[in-house]
């Protein structure tokens, strides 16, 4: 089961209060997988305008900057044939971990002395100081 709504609090700041939904897509930009025999020809058809793309595996790629309907769009005006063609959303954790990234007061492996890079005057524990309710 997953909240609804999320509050979340950082170095005692409201850092969110939205929908989890809302949550997630602010902090993530969509990505598209797609497979298809024909990943090269595919790939040069939507290399523009900011899109980036990688090969995730073999005759697979990973879209960011187009939704799914788009990448649909310009394969089929190329007569690329899509085998799968999926919008990917970040999880909640992956969400989470960005939103926050700049408000975490202890990492491990950081500097020492330095609050948020690993030690603080306040205390010495190693956990992490994100919270979300």
Sequence with gaps: MTAERL???GRGRLI??????????????????VRSPQVGQLSE????DGVQVSTSAE????????????????????GVVLHELTPVQASLEQAFMKLTADTVEY????EP?????????????????????
């Design 113 to 133: 002395g330095t609050p948020g890079n690993g030690s603080s005057t306040s205390t010495d524990s190693p956990f992490d100081d994100r919270i979300a309710a």
């Design 45 to 48: 058809l939507l290399l523009a």
């Design 16 to 33: 969110r209060d939205e929908s989890t939904e809302q949550f997630i897509a602010s902090a993530c930009t969509g990505r598209v997988r």
């Design 7 to 9: 509050v979340v609090v």
């Design 107 to 110: 990492r491990q492996n950081g």
């Design 59 to 78: 005759a697979e790629l990973d879209v960011q900057g187009l939704n799914s309907e788009q990448v649909g769009d310009r394969a089929a005006a190329g």
